[in-house]
């Protein structure tokens, strides 16, 4: 059920300064505070009421800590939700 | 809302009824559309509606009897608006190119007889639909009666209409007679006329021809109905030939038109072997259900003409227009911004709502509609019709729960509240001090606890003055917020902690302090035996307390919205007040009329925008200073800059109640806390009891002001800002910035996820930022 709403909502760069990516290295000033390791883009799922679909975001390549940025929690995000809320 | 429900609601708001003015028009012209149209100087647009009634334009806008000036609700005030002259003006103004027959060409004949309006009417409107039309006429010209004393006048307005006709598929035939008689007694009306078909008759001969036995009409007039059928299948009457009063005195050319267009309408549905009454219930001239508030509507004198010969000139017409009152109901949006804001009416609302609900594809639009209601009722107490949308949206609220279909983001941090407020932490239920009964049991519910947890050990101390020693103290929430949430499931819960609670302490009178306690507990658990703290006070204040009422400033009084049905806390209210020696005043609304102040349903949840414009809006209906007597109200009027006190202010502190009018009340944020201490402080100073270490405050965390506002806008309680940096600490899961030393954490206790930005101090930590998102994202720390 989930990919048709997926591929529709996915909201993948967009021209965020944040997640951004090149060669692989996310430009974001955050580190990795367990092992100091910078950010790397990573695929990971995200889940919202009944369904879950792949992003890019910027994770620890070591810990696997993910980290979702202000821009993109308060803009993408929250309009993702507001759309899946509606549904 | 089962589609029966749904057609009620829509039956029961008359907003789409006609003005009186349509509704008393045998033809109804859109008369609102065409004084519309005249305002806007758009005559053409005004011609095109009128034109849509009926295509004879210039007879009706010269001689039309014009009920709808008699139904017009400005002649009762100053004069009817004259419609027939903005008519006329559309019609000499508005060029509009000649309508041809609109449809296609079908084989049936249809024979009319006389050639008066009726006739007319009826023969051009089957020649409209395709039917080709015999027309018979025994004088030497049509217009029948409408030439009577007005000839050259009435010849010249006819043949204007008559003209663009032309086109039409109807044959006339002048100088034929044929009587009714002749209709009657023939065995085929084609054979009769030499014709090769005839497939219906009208016969419309304009004189009564009582002459003619066996010709029953009307069989359905006992509905109400006129279908203007025979008897003889294929043969209808109409006009004055049925013998209705043809006194010269009483002939309208409008109704003549509209019993044309009507009988028209039944020899199609006839030749298509359809219902010929399905439908038709407001043809022809009935009594519209439309309400219109006619308070405050002035005298206007009708628009000067300078030329009456003529009509109006264009400023004469747009003059005459401005007087109409646009007759509409719409007593709800005058007071209510939530349903004016949606731009639409409860019949659409209530539409909505159903689809909202029974949507299998597409969004659910209405989501938001449904969750920003206030629940408030004022819509069914100015109602004509008391149609109320408290219920409906309700009642959607809770289904949308049922079908997992409500989103989480609408009520979970006021449900939230509700768990934390019923909790251990912020929970008290006690006997008074040494005493292992009660016949009373104070209840100030969670908002003023929150709000003013000074008031609340006062209060309670005066009422174990007046009650007697045996009053307990029971701290929770009444489970409103459940309710309005659409959580019948919490409420139960709530209500039967409430319950078991009540009957522990030996079933007291609870005494509540909050009207959507007092409201809740009446409605939701009559079996549990309350009364309002103002009721309590006034009864016994006596008249020996009472203050002569001094220079002490006059106090506009706020009713909440859930007091609008408890009349007795209203009038204790204001005994109350009286007694104390304020001077009060009544606001426009109040009362049962009383307006919400955007906290009620939820709505400062699910529209805040919404919920601040009503705050204001009610704000600015006095200068003076609010009293009310619900502890979120007067924080709301505090919040929005309006100096409001909380009765018990008025009570206890004398005039210089006043000087904290302008004190904002503690953020929906800090309420949680304010509860946690009020527990803790009564009792310690009540109950002489001692609650463990305080671990609420083990984080310190320091902040700006700018922040503070931006938590309590994004509903991010301090406590979860301190989970998320004691998580981050202790897991050491945190990102850093390593030029500024700043952190990044998130976690996730609930089904929110909150992302704090601090930097370690001294004492504790800064806190640069709070943000939150719902989704569960792989790899967030602090995830469930």
Redesign the interface.
Same mark, same amino acid.
């Given at each position: 059920m989930c990919s048709t709403v997926c591929t529709r909502i996915a909201w993948k760069s967009r021209g965020s300064r944040v997640e951004s990516e090149r060669d692989g290295i996310a430009e974001t000033l955050w580190r990795c505070g367990r092992c100091g390791t910078a950010l790397v883009m990573r695929s990971v799922t995200v889940k919202y009421l009944a369904a879950s679909f792949p992003v890019e975001l910027p994770s620890c390549p070591t810990c696997r800590m993910t980290l979702v940025s202000e821009e993109l929690a308060r803009g993408r995000m929250a309009e993702v939700e507001r759309i899946m809320e509606d549904k | 809302m089962k589609s029966t429900d749904l057609a009620k609601l829509e039956e029961q708001c008359i907003q789409d009824w006609e003005p009186p003015c349509v509704a008393a028009c045998p033809v109804h012209v859109d008369i609102r559309g065409v004084v519309r149209a005249v305002r806007d100087g758009a005559f053409a647009t005004g011609r095109n509606l009128f034109a849509k009634a009926t295509p004879f334009v210039h007879v009706v806008s010269e001689f039309c009897d014009a009920p709808c000036q008699r139904a017009c609700h400005r002649a009762a005030i100053d004069q009817a608006i004259g419609v027939r002259e903005l008519e006329r003006v559309c019609v000499r103004l508005g060029a509009v190119p000649p309508a041809g027959p609109s449809r296609a060409a079908k084989t049936q004949t249809v024979v009319v007889i006389g050639g008066g309006l009726c006739g007319l009417s009826a023969a051009f409107d089957l020649a409209r639909k395709g039917y080709a039309v015999k027309l018979y006429e025994r004088g030497s010209e049509v217009g029948g009666r409408l030439l009577t004393g007005r000839a050259a006048a009435a010849r010249a307005a006819l043949a204007a209409d008559l003209e663009p006709l032309a086109r039409f598929p109807v044959s006339i035939r002048l100088g034929r007679s044929v009587d009714l008689a002749e209709v009657v007694s023939t065995e085929s009306v084609a054979a009769l006329l030499d014709l090769p078909a005839c497939d219906a008759v009208l016969v419309a001969t304009g004189t009564a021809d009582s002459s003619t036995p066996g010709v029953p009409v009307e069989a359905n007039r006992d509905e109400g109905l006129e279908t203007f059928a025979t008897d003889l299948p294929g043969v209808f009457l109409a006009g004055d030939v049925r013998g209705v009063d043809s006194s010269p005195a009483s002939w309208s050319p409008i109704a003549a038109i509209s019993e044309g267009r009507r009988a028209a309408t039944s020899i199609e549905r006839f030749l298509q072997k359809v219902s010929l009454t399905y439908g038709r219930s407001l043809e022809g001239p009935y009594e519209t259900r439309l309400f219109t508030d006619l308070s405050g509507v002035s005298p206007e004198s009708p628009a000067a003409m300078a030329d009456a010969a003529r009509g109006f000139d264009p400023d004469e017409a747009r003059a005459e227009a401005e007087r109409c009152l646009l007759c509409a109901c719409l007593e709800c949006l005058k007071v209510c911004p939530y349903l004016e804001k949606h731009g639409s009416y409860p019949r659409v609302y209530a539409r909505r709502i159903y689809n909202n609900l029974t949507v299998t594809k597409g #969004? *659910? @639009?209405a #989501?938001r509609f449904i969750n920003s209601c206030s629940l408030c009722g004022l819509c069914a107490e100015v109602c004509p019709t008391d149609l109320n949308m408290a219920p409906v949206c309700l009642e959607a609220r809770r289904t949308m729960v049922a079908q997992g279909k409500m989103?989480?983001?609408a009520h979970d941090f006021a449900l939230e509240e509700l768990r934390r407020a019923n909790s251990e932490a912020c929970t008290l239920l006690r006997h008074a001090p040494g005493r292992q009964k009660s016949t009373h049991v104070f209840m100030p519910g969670c908002q003023l606890a929150a709000s003013r947890p000074d008031a609340v050990a006062i209060l309670y101390a005066r009422l174990r003055e007046r009650l007697g020693p045996e009053v307990g103290l029971m701290l929770r929430c009444c489970g409103a917020p459940a309710e309005w949430a659409g959580r019948e499931d919490l409420l139960e819960t709530s209500l039967a902690a409430l319950r078991e609670g009540v009957q522990k302490m030996g079933n007291p009178t609870v005494v509540v302090a909050c009207p959507t306690c007092a409201d809740i507990l009446g409605r939701r658990a009559p079996d549990v035996t309350s009364v309002s703290l103002y009721e309590v006070l006034a009864a016994g204040a006596g008249a020996s307390s009472a203050v002569p009422a001094t220079s002490r400033a006059t106090l506009a009084v706020h009713d909440p919205c859930t007091a609008r049905h408890h009349a007795q806390m209203r009038t204790a209210v204001r005994d109350l007040l009286a007694g104390a020696g304020w001077p009060v005043e009544e606001l426009p609304l109040s009362g049962e009329r009383t307006e919400c102040c955007g906290f009620g349903g939820l709505m400062l949840y699910a529209d805040r925008e919404l919920a601040d414009e009503v705050v204001a809006r009610r704000a600015a209906r006095s200068p003076q200073p609010f009293v009310t007597y619900c502890a979120m109200c007067r924080d709301r009027y505090a919040a929005a800059g309006k100096p409001a006190i909380h009765v018990i202010d008025a009570l206890l502190g004398g005039a210089a109640a006043l000087e904290s009018a302008a004190a904002l009340g503690p953020g929906f944020v800090e309420r949680h806390e304010a509860r946690v201490r009020l527990k803790e402080e009564l009792l310690r100073d009540i109950w002489g009891e001692r609650v463990g270490p305080e671990h609420h405050t083990e984080i310190v965390v320091e902040m700006d002001e700018e922040l503070r506002r931006a938590l309590e806008e994004q509903l991010v309680r301090l406590d979860d800002v301190q989970a998320v940096i004691a998580h +981050?600490e202790r897991s050491? +899961?945190?990102?850093?910035?390593? +030029?500024s030393g700043r *952190?990044? +954490?998130?976690y996730r206790p609930r089904a929110v @996820?909150y992302?704090v930005q601090y930097s370690p101090a001294e004492a504790g930590y800064v806190l640069h !930022?709070v943000? @939150?998102? *719902?989704? /569960?994202? /792989? !790899?967030? /720390?602090g995830g469930e």
């Amino acid at each position: 059920m989930c990919s048709t709403v997926c591929t529709r909502i996915a909201w993948k760069s967009r021209g965020s300064r944040v997640e951004s990516e090149r060669d692989g290295i996310a430009e974001t000033l955050w580190r990795c505070g367990r092992c100091g390791t910078a950010l790397v883009m990573r695929s990971v799922t995200v889940k919202y009421l009944a369904a879950s679909f792949p992003v890019e975001l910027p994770s620890c390549p070591t810990c696997r800590m993910t980290l979702v940025s202000e821009e993109l929690a308060r803009g993408r995000m929250a309009e993702v939700e507001r759309i899946m809320e509606d549904k | 809302m089962k589609s029966t429900d749904l057609a009620k609601l829509e039956e029961q708001c008359i907003q789409d009824w006609e003005p009186p003015c349509v509704a008393a028009c045998p033809v109804h012209v859109d008369i609102r559309g065409v004084v519309r149209a005249v305002r806007d100087g758009a005559f053409a647009t005004g011609r095109n509606l009128f034109a849509k009634a009926t295509p004879f334009v210039h007879v009706v806008s010269e001689f039309c009897d014009a009920p709808c000036q008699r139904a017009c609700h400005r002649a009762a005030i100053d004069q009817a608006i004259g419609v027939r002259e903005l008519e006329r003006v559309c019609v000499r103004l508005g060029a509009v190119p000649p309508a041809g027959p609109s449809r296609a060409a079908k084989t049936q004949t249809v024979v009319v007889i006389g050639g008066g309006l009726c006739g007319l009417s009826a023969a051009f409107d089957l020649a409209r639909k395709g039917y080709a039309v015999k027309l018979y006429e025994r004088g030497s010209e049509v217009g029948g009666r409408l030439l009577t004393g007005r000839a050259a006048a009435a010849r010249a307005a006819l043949a204007a209409d008559l003209e663009p006709l032309a086109r039409f598929p109807v044959s006339i035939r002048l100088g034929r007679s044929v009587d009714l008689a002749e209709v009657v007694s023939t065995e085929s009306v084609a054979a009769l006329l030499d014709l090769p078909a005839c497939d219906a008759v009208l016969v419309a001969t304009g004189t009564a021809d009582s002459s003619t036995p066996g010709v029953p009409v009307e069989a359905n007039r006992d509905e109400g109905l006129e279908t203007f059928a025979t008897d003889l299948p294929g043969v209808f009457l109409a006009g004055d030939v049925r013998g209705v009063d043809s006194s010269p005195a009483s002939w309208s050319p409008i109704a003549a038109i509209s019993e044309g267009r009507r009988a028209a309408t039944s020899i199609e549905r006839f030749l298509q072997k359809v219902s010929l009454t399905y439908g038709r219930s407001l043809e022809g001239p009935y009594e519209t259900r439309l309400f219109t508030d006619l308070s405050g509507v002035s005298p206007e004198s009708p628009a000067a003409m300078a030329d009456a010969a003529r009509g109006f000139d264009p400023d004469e017409a747009r003059a005459e227009a401005e007087r109409c009152l646009l007759c509409a109901c719409l007593e709800c949006l005058k007071v209510c911004p939530y349903l004016e804001k949606h731009g639409s009416y409860p019949r659409v609302y209530a539409r909505r709502i159903y689809n909202n609900l029974t949507v299998t594809k597409g #969004n *659910r @639009t209405a #989501n938001r509609f449904i969750n920003s209601c206030s629940l408030c009722g004022l819509c069914a107490e100015v109602c004509p019709t008391d149609l109320n949308m408290a219920p409906v949206c309700l009642e959607a609220r809770r289904t949308m729960v049922a079908q997992g279909k409500m989103p989480p983001s609408a009520h979970d941090f006021a449900l939230e509240e509700l768990r934390r407020a019923n909790s251990e932490a912020c929970t008290l239920l006690r006997h008074a001090p040494g005493r292992q009964k009660s016949t009373h049991v104070f209840m100030p519910g969670c908002q003023l606890a929150a709000s003013r947890p000074d008031a609340v050990a006062i209060l309670y101390a005066r009422l174990r003055e007046r009650l007697g020693p045996e009053v307990g103290l029971m701290l929770r929430c009444c489970g409103a917020p459940a309710e309005w949430a659409g959580r019948e499931d919490l409420l139960e819960t709530s209500l039967a902690a409430l319950r078991e609670g009540v009957q522990k302490m030996g079933n007291p009178t609870v005494v509540v302090a909050c009207p959507t306690c007092a409201d809740i507990l009446g409605r939701r658990a009559p079996d549990v035996t309350s009364v309002s703290l103002y009721e309590v006070l006034a009864a016994g204040a006596g008249a020996s307390s009472a203050v002569p009422a001094t220079s002490r400033a006059t106090l506009a009084v706020h009713d909440p919205c859930t007091a609008r049905h408890h009349a007795q806390m209203r009038t204790a209210v204001r005994d109350l007040l009286a007694g104390a020696g304020w001077p009060v005043e009544e606001l426009p609304l109040s009362g049962e009329r009383t307006e919400c102040c955007g906290f009620g349903g939820l709505m400062l949840y699910a529209d805040r925008e919404l919920a601040d414009e009503v705050v204001a809006r009610r704000a600015a209906r006095s200068p003076q200073p609010f009293v009310t007597y619900c502890a979120m109200c007067r924080d709301r009027y505090a919040a929005a800059g309006k100096p409001a006190i909380h009765v018990i202010d008025a009570l206890l502190g004398g005039a210089a109640a006043l000087e904290s009018a302008a004190a904002l009340g503690p953020g929906f944020v800090e309420r949680h806390e304010a509860r946690v201490r009020l527990k803790e402080e009564l009792l310690r100073d009540i109950w002489g009891e001692r609650v463990g270490p305080e671990h609420h405050t083990e984080i310190v965390v320091e902040m700006d002001e700018e922040l503070r506002r931006a938590l309590e806008e994004q509903l991010v309680r301090l406590d979860d800002v301190q989970a998320v940096i004691a998580h +981050a600490e202790r897991s050491r +899961a945190f990102f850093v910035d390593s +030029a500024s030393g700043r *952190r990044l +954490a998130s976690y996730r206790p609930r089904a929110v @996820t909150y992302w704090v930005q601090y930097s370690p101090a001294e004492a504790g930590y800064v806190l640069h !930022g709070v943000y @939150t998102h *719902r989704m /569960e994202v /792989e !790899g967030v /720390e602090g995830g469930e």
